[in-house]
């Protein structure tokens, strides 16, 4: 983002936000799909021969998701409303991936009649479920492991998923079991892969990498029973970074991303594929929101805003950082906690954040919010959801 003519604007076409404000009636959440499409690109390059399925839970808009397909994207499930989500925007059922510890009966049911392209199984009943189901369909279903190494990526306690006390994925040592229900259900279940998501907002890959490897050995000890297997599915994850003087980062993280994982799985001359939600669209992405009081209390100056946790979360949620930015440059400087109208005090954008000055009426732009903001906005205090308008 940078100002042009002292007015904000986005993405690698410089695209002006505040020409959106014109007939503003409540926050806008506004996504640049040639942003979306540079980085759909340098993922592509940097993972090469990775099959990228876009981990729609982080922004299921159907724009998106079109741009996306159109980008050569599967997509990346954990339910029955993605998956219709994901068929009215373009995906074809061979391109998606289904993930998530809760699938209902309906739910593999559905999956199954679509003949869906994979089913990532996160526990040992849900992988005798999905036999029996598809034994009493006379269906066949793909299948791949989701196997959790018990590591940590040092993220938010709250977007870890790959530790041994959280609810994602199967441990190593159920591996027996698991190996004795497919056999069980060999005319209904088909090993195709193993995969892997270890959480969120990753920025450094030790654990990743320590991840990789034991998996890679649970890869092999499985092809020996299992001809079929033939993917390894290394999940999403890759982190971005919220606070912007530090932007030029990305691209050697992504760098070193792809180094460690395409040189960790090469031996294995598998399909690989990858899971991506953050990194594909987080940038991409802008709230905007109208100031509605500046409000002086003896502690504080709060800059009150028509849109809050319900519209983004992520700051409540997670104490995550968004920067922020008025569509209007000013020279003068503010303390202030950005807040909403929600009846909660966790209800915030910022704190003690340095900004220029700011006053009622004035258009504040959410930096960064393409990914688990829309996606993750409610109407708590019947409060409207946002808009969302493509660019
Ligand atoms: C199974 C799975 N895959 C992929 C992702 C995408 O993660 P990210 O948006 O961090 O890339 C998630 C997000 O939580 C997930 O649960």
Redesign the pocket.
């Known amino acids: 983002m940078e100002y042009i003519n002292n007015e904000l604007h986005i993405g690698p076409n410089k695209k002006n936000l505040k020409s959106l404000t014109a007939n503003y009636m409540r926050p806008i959440y506004v996504y640049d799909l040639d942003f979306i499409r540079m980085r759909f690109k340098a993922m592509a390059a940097a993972l090469q021969n990775v099959r990228i399925f876009y981990?729609m839970?982080?922004n299921s808009n159907p724009e998106v998701l079109a741009c996306l397909k159109e980008c050569g994207a599967g997509a990346?499930v954990?339910s029955l409303g993605e998956i219709k989500r994901a068929l009215e925007s373009g995906f074809t059922p061979a391109d998606i991936v289904y993930?998530g510890v809760g699938k209902t009966r309906h739910e593999i049911t559905e999956a199954l009649k679509l003949e869906i392209y994979q089913i990532?199984v996160e526990s040992l009943p849900e992988l005798e479920r999905i036999g029996e189901i598809a034994k009493a369909m006379g269906k066949k279903a793909s299948i791949a492991l989701r196997l959790n190494p018990d590591i940590d990526i040092k993220t938010h306690p709250y977007?870890a998923?790959g530790l041994r006390d959280n609810k994602f994925g199967m441990e190593l040592s159920l591996i027996p079991e698991l190996i004795a229900c497919l056999k069980k259900y060999a005319s209904s279940l088909e090993l195709v892969g193993v995969s892997l998501?270890l959480g969120?907002?990753m920025l450094e890959f030790d654990g990743y990498q320590e991840a990789l490897e034991r998996l890679k050995n649970v890869y092999h000890s499985l092809k020996q029973e299992f001809s079929t297997l033939r993917r390894f599915d290394f999940?999403?994850?890759?982190g971005i970074i919220y606070e912007r003087s530090e932007l030029d980062k990305e691209q050697s993280l992504l760098q070193e991303y792809a180094k460690i994982t395409l040189n960790s799985l090469k031996e294995l001359n598998c399909e690989l594929q990858s899971?991506?939600?953050?990194?594909l669209l987080a940038h991409a992405g802008v709230l905007i929101t109208q100031v509605q009081y500046v409000k002086k209390t003896s502690e504080k100056t709060f800059v009150i805003v028509d849109s809050g946790m319900n519209h983004l979360v992520r700051p409540s949620l997670y104490e995550a950082y968004h920067t922020i930015l008025p569509l209007d440059k000013k020279s003068h400087e503010g303390v202030y906690d950005i807040v909403g109208p929600i009846c909660e005090s966790s209800d915030f954008f910022a704190k003690d954040r340095k900004l220029p000055e700011v006053k009622e009426g004035d258009f504040l732009a959410i930096a960064d919010a393409g990914?688990y903001g829309y996606s993750m906005a409610s109407t708590y205090n019947q409060q409207e959801l946002p808009l969302e308008i493509c660019i």
């Not at 999940?235 to 890759?238: A, C, D, P, S, T």
């Not at 899971?275 to 990194?279: D, F, I, L, T, V």
């Open positions: 981990a839970k982080a990346d954990v993930s990532n977007i998923t998501h969120s907002q999940g999403g994850g890759l899971e991506p939600g953050r990194w990914a």
